[in-house]
Structure formats: C-alpha cells, structure tokens
C-alpha cells in the first residue's frame, strides 16, 4: 500500500468540469434574470407612459384643446412613443380611447390603457 497524498490528475479534472459546469449555469441564469429585468423596466415605463397620455388626452378634450394623438415622451432614461386611437363605443355618444406606448416608432406595443368617455354634449 503506498502512502499517496493529494489528488490524481483525473481527480482534478472532473472537479474541474463540475465547478466549470455549474459556472456556466450560474452565467446564463444571471443574464437571463438580467434581460427579463430590463423588459419588465420597459413595459413598466410604457404603462405609466399611456396611463400619462390618456390622461392628458382627456383632460385636454374636456377643455376644448387640440390633441396631439401620436407623440414622445422621455421616462427613466427611455423615449417612449405613445399612439391614441379613437373609435366608436358600443353606446351612442361615447368614444372609446386607447393610449398604446412602444419603445420605437413601429415596435411592439409594450403597454395599452382604455377607456370609455363621452363626447358631444353629455356631463363627463
């Protein structure tokens, strides 16, 4: 019987590959967390972007101004480009409107609010 210290080669080597594993792992989890962070920053900026622009589209129509339906607003560093559509509500004189935000002019859009108001002559 030899009186043998320390590791052998394929010793080292398997833990070697084991600890080189499970960096690996532990690199792509973290850039996974990473990009699912970065969009959830996004659509949490496109939500407060058309929550912003609904609101000022009917505060606007309330005071008789004129609306810009597509503009940009600059939010956490960000340029979110806000679009108003306008249609006809199922009840005869309501409009229905919908504020959607995308992070470039054609983009996806990342966040939509809606909602129902009256026009013409009826109490808000």
Request: glycine share 8%.
């Amino acid at each position: 019987m030899s009186d043998q210290r320390g590791l052998t080669l394929i010793e080292v080597l398997v833990a070697m590959t084991v600890l080189a594993l499970v960096v690996g792992s532990l690199l792509v989890l973290i850039g996974q967390h990473t990009r699912q962070a970065a969009a959830l920053e996004d659509r949490l900026m496109a939500r407060i972007a058309a929550d912003n622009a609904l609101a000022s589209y009917i505060i606007a129509r309330e005071e008789g101004a004129r609306v810009d339906l597509r503009s940009e607003e600059e939010i956490g560093g960000r340029t979110i480009y806000i679009e108003i559509g306008r249609s006809n509500a199922p009840l005869e004189g309501f409009e229905l409107v919908e504020a959607s935000a995308r992070l470039s002019r054609d983009g996806q859009v990342l966040a939509s609010y809606q909602t129902i108001r009256p026009v013409g002559g009826l109490a808000p």
